[in-house]
């Protein structure tokens, strides 16, 4: 955007975006699953025990909050590649 011609720069920005896209997802969750729709990793989910019906139900159990610290952690991943 700003002109700059850097694999470094397009790399830090590529893992930035997709910290990002994890964080709206999630923060999202709530939204969406009001709507009967969710969209965290359901491969992430599933290693927990968790189903897409736990999130709708607004469930709030170790499992649950498991899933989405795991799926945070994603995010955090991505952040400490950029640095």
């Known amino acids: 955007i700003l002109g700059v011609r850097d ?4 790399h830090a920005a590529s ?9 709206t997802c ?4 709530l ?3 009001t ?3 969710v ?3 359901m491969d992430i989910c599933m290693l927990h025990g968790v189903s897409q019906e736990d999130f709708i139900r607004g469930k709030q159990e170790k499992n649950v909050r498991d899933a989405i610290y795991d799926i945070a952690s994603q995010a955090h991943i991505h952040l400490e590649h950029v640095r």
Request: avoid cysteine; glycine fraction near 8%; proline fraction near 4%.
């Open 31 to 33: 939204y969406h699953s």
């Open 35 to 37: 709507r009967q729709k």
């Open 39 to 41: 969209f965290l990793p």
């Open 7 to 10: 694999i470094h720069a397009d």
């Open 26 to 29: 999630l923060r999202a969750t």
């Open 15 to 23: 893992h930035i975006g997709k910290a990002q896209g994890i964080v």
